[in-house]
Nanobody, 125 residues
C-alpha cells in the first residue's frame, strides 16, 4: 500500500493550495480517507475526512469554511482544497486510509493504518 501526498508549498496568508493524495495497492473505493497535519512541536491533528462513498465528510473546527475535502475514486485520489490560509495552518500534511467502517468517526487517527509521507505547507504572514 502506498499513499503519496503532494501539492504543498509556500504561500502567503490568505492564499490557497490544493493538496492531492494518490493511493495504490488498496481498493480505494472501499476506504475512508483522512487528512491530518503536524506542526513543529505539536501533536498530529485531524484536518478533514471523507467516507468511502464520498457521501459524508468531516472537518476540524479550525478549518471549517476554509478547507474542503473531496475524492475521485476513479483516480484513487483524495484532495484537500485549502483557502484563506493562515500562518497557523503551517504544518506537514499527511493523508491516511482505513478500510470503510460504518459509524466510526473520521477524526480518529488511530483507526487509520495506512499513511502517506506528508507534504509541507508553509504559510507566511
Amino acid at each position: 500500500v502506498q499513499l503519496q501526498a503532494f501539492g504543498g508549498g509556500l504561500v502567503q496568508a490568505g492564499g490557497s493550495l490544493r493538496l492531492s493524495c494518490v493511493s495504490s495497492g488498496l481498493p480505494f473505493g472501499s476506504y475512508d480517507m483522512g487528512w491530518f497535519r503536524q506542526a513543529p512541536g505539536k501533536e498530529r491533528e485531524f484536518v478533514a475526512g471523507i467516507r468511502w462513498r464520498g457521501d459524508l465528510t468531516s472537518s476540524a473546527e479550525s478549518v471549517k469554511g476554509r478547507f474542503t475535502i473531496s475524492r475521485e475514486n476513479a483516480k484513487n485520489s483524495v484532495f484537500l482544497r485549502m483557502n484563506s490560509l493562515k500562518p497557523e495552518d503551517t504544518a506537514v500534511y499527511f493523508c491516511a486510509a482505513r478500510r470503510r467502517h460504518f459509524g466510526l468517526a473520521l477524526n480518529l487517527s488511530s483507526t487509520y493504518p495506512y499513511w502517506g509521507q506528508g507534504t509541507q505547507v508553509t504559510v507566511s504572514s
